[in-house]
């Protein structure tokens, strides 16, 4: 099945600072790769997904990159704000049918 | 529209006790999938529905029995607790359909204590 790998675990920047998640794949049929939020004690929630006909995708002060060929997707948070402050998670996914996540970024925005 | 509901929010279950957390969705999803969170694990997929009268084996499913009611209800049982499956489930349903509204929904969790 898909692997997925995260780094790194936890992410400590200054507000207004830019943050950047890196997540790795091993299934290369996988075509749909969602990035979620989590905050504490709440469910996760989606804020950003690529497909991989797509090499960039921008929403605002965030962005997410796709290298197919390495297998490799980053999430890039821009000025960042203390509400930022989540656990993020990657995952990647078939048509969007059985999503495999990893391990979690914990990011803290500092003011 | 509620999204996805699951109950209970919490357990307490002794060692050995059974139990079943329900999920039900109204988005008319076909795929439904049950999650374990567990500190720096992130997000293990237990089992998944892929639609109506399937289900199959995740990353973890060793201790888990899964029932896909109909298409809105998926239930994940516990037939014999143990510490070790201590943790915060998520039930989560996706559309399964290449389109616009691909995302995984999630369930407000579960959070389940063994002793």
């Known amino acids: 099945g898909e692997n997925v790998e995260q780094h790194p675990s936890t992410l400590s920047v200054q507000e207004g600072d830019s943050a950047v998640i890196k997540c790795t794949y091993s299934?290369?049929?996988?075509?749909?790769f969602p990035w979620y939020k989590q905050e504490l004690g709440k469910r996760p929630q989606l804020i950003i997904d690529i497909r991989s006909n797509v090499g960039e995708k921008k929403d605002q002060r965030i962005a997410v990159t796709l290298n197919k060929t390495a297998k490799h997707f980053s999430l890039h948070i821009t000025e960042t704000q203390p509400e930022d402050s989540a656990v993020y998670f990657c995952?990647?996914?078939?048509?969007?049918?059985?999503?495999?996540f990893g391990t979690g970024t914990s990011l803290t925005v500092i003011p | 529209n509620a999204g996805v509901t699951q109950t209970p929010k919490f357990q307490v279950l002794k060692t050995g006790q059974s139990m079943t957390l329900q999920c039900a969705q109204d988005m008319n999803h076909n795929s439904m999938y049950w999650y374990r969170q567990d500190p720096g694990m992130g997000l293990r997929l237990i089992y998944y529905s892929a639609s109506e009268g399937t289900t199959d084996k995740g990353e973890v499913p060793n201790g888990y029995n899964v029932s896909r009611l109909n298409k809105r209800e998926f239930s994940l049982r516990l037939e014999s607790a143990a510490p070790s499956q201590t943790s915060v489930y998520f039930c989560a349903s996706s559309a399964n359909l290449w389109g616009t509204d691909t995302e995984a929904f999630f369930g407000q969790g579960t959070r389940l204590t063994v002793v």
């Open positions: 299934d290369s049929a996988s075509n749909y």
């Open positions: 995952a990647a996914s078939i048509y969007g049918n059985q999503f495999y």
